[in-house]
């Protein structure tokens, strides 16, 4: 895996990447990772394309300092006032995905994509993601993954919804406790004391969940403002749950936003729990949602099937949300599938087109304790055959959508929707904890 990780950091660009921008003008190039002024170039441009403020030095130090595992490129516009800042962005990196049964697959993780105003519409974003998904598969990531902050933009290069995240508010007043009473006990701790337990734990749990991946590098000094660009880390309280033994099993983070008319009133926003054990899990939920003066508990990134929801007695009192958050984009048919575990044995045929040319073909998938893929060139007698676009692949990967819903959706043709859904469900629902 590092191997991998590091030949696809290194690589040089894509020549159609790089000789399509060429021929509108433009000039595509990696920020090197020793290049601090192009590294801070490009952060303007990223912080531009979200809609962020001009980065201070703060910002400028910490970025250049937390953020050397990135790919990044940047595509200048060498007539421009501002040459030197790139007019589009894109960064990537090697990480590790979840999969159903807790094996893990190396993945190419997309983000900081953008592309300024003054050159929309130029094919600019569809040369740079389609010049890096073919590096990354060249070099053999079998799989792509992103978090969006626009959801209509990534389906024409593969991508698909395979994890939905949820948004919860919960009014507190309007609802007690049902779950279990956890046996451990709750304590106050350092913010730095909360990153280096949620790191540990995270380590530990992430292979437990489909769709998680290997957290991102500065992620936990964001999350617990634990870096000197942190804004308003002051505001954040962190408490973690210890069993009766003694073990750290779980942290939660969150902050205080107080009501000015009702000071009883007051709304706390969670902004992670970590819980490596059940009982963690319930002992920093009935935590949470017991504090002092406040009426509302707010928290996002969580799962479509959260425990919770089993733990409160007036469901209604909560509001909850759902968003496509993590997309996923298969490169490589056989071993993303062979990587994966399956709870039936069965072999079904999958005739799948990719626009891209990265992943179409034909492929018998034997599902079971031991998969196996192979490339075929005719679907032998007998077997049920599926045909999709790789989207719709990407989409059923973890188990998050039915292929009996894509099919009664218009998006696959199946011989047997009912035997495909059966093969590629999951006992454990998708999640990402976090966005990247």
């Known amino acids: ?62 970025s250049f300092a937390r ?23 894109f960064a990537s990196w090697g990480t590790e995905l979840t999969l159903p049964g807790g094996s893990a697959i190396p993945m ?23 010049g890096e998904l073919r590096t990354a598969a060249s070099l053999g990531f079998p799989l792509a993954g992103l978090t969006v902050s ?40 350092t913010r730095e004391q909360g990153r280096d337990a949620a790191t540990d734990l995270y380590e530990r749990i992430r292979r437990d969940t489909p769709g998680e991946i290997t957290m991102p590098g500065g992620h936990w000094d964001r999350t617990f403002g634990t870096r000197s660009d942190a804004e308003k880390a002051d505001k954040l309280r962190v408490v973690q749950y210890r069993s009766p033994e003694g073990a750290v099993e779980g942290v939660a983070i969150y902050s205080i936003s107080e009501d000015d008319d009702d000071w009883a009133a007051s709304t706390a926003t969670v902004s992670r729990v970590v819980a490596g054990t059940d009982a963690a899990y319930a002992g920093l939920w009935r935590f949470l949602l017991s504090l002092d003066l406040v009426g509302t508990v707010r928290a996002s990134e969580l799962s479509v099937d959260e425990p919770l929801w089993w733990m409160i007695d007036n469901k209604r009192a909560a509001r909850i949300t759902n968003r496509d958050h993590h997309y996923l984009r298969v490169l490589d048919v056989p071993a993303t599938l062979a990587a994966r575990s399956y709870d039936v ?47 719709e692949l990407s989409a059923m990967l973890l188990g998050g959508v039915s292929a009996v819903t894509l099919a009664r959706a218009g998006r696959i043709e199946a011989d047997d929707p009912h035997r495909v859904a059966r093969v590629f469900s999951a006992t454990t629902t998708p999640q990402l904890s976090f966005g990247y």
């Open 345 to 391: 044995e069965d072999v079904i045929a999958l005739e799948v087109t990719d626009a891209l040319r990265l992943a179409d073909g034909t492929f018998v998938l034997s599902a079971g304790e031991a998969p196996g893929v192979e490339i075929v060139d005719e679907v032998p007698l007998g077997v049920p055959l599926v045909r999709l676009g790789v989207e």
């Open 1 to 62: 895996m590092s191997s991998l990780v590091d030949q696809f950091h290194s690589a040089a660009l894509d020549e159609r990447l790089a000789s399509t921008l060429a021929a509108r003008g433009l000039r595509a190039a990696r920020v090197g990772d020793d290049d601090r002024e192009g590294t801070h170039r490009w952060q303007d441009a990223v912080a531009r394309g979200f809609l962020g403020g001009e980065p201070t030095e703060a910002q400028y130090t910490e």
């Open 67 to 89: 953020n050397g595992y990135r790919r990044k490129v940047g595509v200048y516009d060498e007539g421009g006032v501002q040459a030197d800042v790139p007019v589009a962005t």
């Open 150 to 189: 626009e959801s209509g933009i990534y389906g024409r290069f593969g991508f698909a919804p395979a994890v939905t995240a949820t948004s919860w508010e919960i009014a507190t007043r309007r609802t007690g406790w049902i779950g279990p009473v956890a046996p451990g006990r709750i304590d106050y701790i």
């Open 108 to 130: 190419c993780a997309v983000s900081a994509v953008t592309v300024a105003p003054t050159h929309r519409r130029r094919g600019i974003l569809s040369a740079l993601m389609q």
